[in-house]
């Protein structure tokens, strides 16, 4: 075992203590279990990396990032590692999280019970396509990595 890693500690306790506003929303939503009691941690030193929400017993990260995540590399190299080490990663944008926040709180339970809500999603600025219907979050060809599209709404029947 190697040990505590003090260098990756740093970060995460720094991280904590300069969230964004988008990390602080969310946070005061998913903490102390009240997502079917499901329990996260933030800012999670993980494989070399800092996780922005984890809630261990059922393996999932939470990353809520800004617009310059787009088409980062790096992210998709940080994703794979995670989703070997058997981790679903899900990516939700700032303007998701300050704007649809209840959308996002639902699509998190959906993945923590197992399911997948149908959605109707909006343009997604990842692939340019245009409204429809469908199963959220689609296969990606970067395994189990969803991103989420900017305007998304949970499809009530």
């Not at 990390?23 to 009691?37: A, F, H, M, P, Y």
């Not at 939470?62 to 787009?70: A, K, N």
């Not at 590399?73 to 590692?81: I, N």
């Amino acid at each position: 075992m190697r040990g505590r890693n003090e260098k990756m500690i740093r970060i995460a306790r720094k991280l904590r203590a300069n969230q964004t506003d988008a990390e602080t929303v969310l946070w005061n939503r998913i903490r102390s279990r009240q997502i079917d009691g499901h329990k996260f941690v933030r800012q999670q030193p993980i494989s070399g990396y800092v996780c922005d929400f984890v809630c261990r017993e059922r393996l999932l990260i939470i990353e809520v990032d800004g617009g310059q995540h787009s088409e980062s590399a790096s992210d998709a190299t940080r994703d794979r590692r995670l989703t070997e080490e058997d981790y679903k990663v899900l990516r939700f944008w700032n303007n998701d999280v300050l704007g649809n926040l209840e959308g996002v709180l639902s699509t998190i339970q959906a993945e923590l019970r197992g399911g997948s809500p149908l959605y109707l999603l909006g343009h997604d600025l990842c692939d340019g396509s245009d409204l429809r219907f469908g199963r959220w979050p689609p296969a990606k060809a970067r395994g189990d990595v969803a991103r989420f599209p900017l305007r998304l709404q949970p499809w009530v029947s």
